[in-house]
């Protein structure tokens, strides 16, 4: 089993959608987590931390369920440059990050 | 700030030739990475360096060594290119440890060996 999986996708969506990607770990002692966004042939971006309690940063939502060890992301009133690729990270320990494959995502007007 | 830079940007090797990534970065940070990106796997650490003068081996640093030239620079060295390690190169840096800190990328290098 990998240690952090997500849904590949594409997830095609209209502008406006509100579309959720989820991301499953698979050890239960893993710190930290982070979405970070990847544009086509481009470098990784940190999009936003994962707090426990849950964060929201204008359209977009954070939660973290250590119970059933994932983490999910929601974006509300989807734009055609939210188009990318988002990239699971779960951090064990230190320096120790484990990036997931990533979620495509389009939107299409 | 240029931020984290990376030479070359695209590189194509033969079996068994060697070359040198470099990877540089202005912002002061303590902690560089080396990365490698391959379709449907996910970034994986090769190497990395907390600090100056240390390095430490990631996820698969087989093929690779690195050498942390002082706080700003940090480069990936591949002895005996091999096809296996055609991929993308990310170099990345932090303030601090990467559980605690953005992690900063850089532009890439695309690799290919024959």
């Known amino acids: 089993r990998k240690e952090v999986e997500q849904d590949p996708g594409p997830f095609n969506v209209p502008e406006g959608a509100t579309v959720a990607f989820n991301c499953t770990y698979s050890n239960s002692a893993s710190q930290s987590f982070f979405w970070y966004r990847q544009d086509c042939r481009k470098e990784p971006k940190l999009l936003m931390s994962?707090?426990?309690s849950g964060n929201e940063d204008g359209r977009f939502t954070a939660q973290l369920n250590r119970a059933s060890q994932y983490i999910s992301l929601l974006i509300r009133d989807s734009k055609l440059s939210d188009s990318a690729t988002y990239l699971c990270v779960v951090i064990l320990y230190g320096n120790k990050l484990v990036f997931g494959a990533g979620t495509i995502l389009r939107v299409k007007s | 700030n240029a931020g984290v830079t990376q030479t070359p940007k695209f590189q194509v090797l033969k079996t068994g030739q060697s070359m040198t990534l470099q990877c540089a970065q202005d912002m002061n940070h303590n902690s560089m990475y080396w990365y490698r990106q391959d379709p449907g796997m996910g970034l994986r650490l090769i190497y990395y360096?907390?600090?100056?003068?240390?390095?430490d081996k990631g996820e698969v640093p087989n093929g690779y060594n690195v050498s942390r030239l002082n706080k700003r620079e940090f480069s990936l060295r591949l002895e005996s290119a091999a096809p296996s390690q055609t991929s993308v190169y990310f170099c990345a840096s932090s303030y601090l440890a990467a559980n605690t800190d953005t992690q900063y990328f850089g532009p890439g290098t695309r690799l290919t060996v024959l």
């Open positions: 994962v707090y426990s």
């Open positions: 360096s907390a600090s100056e003068g240390t390095t």
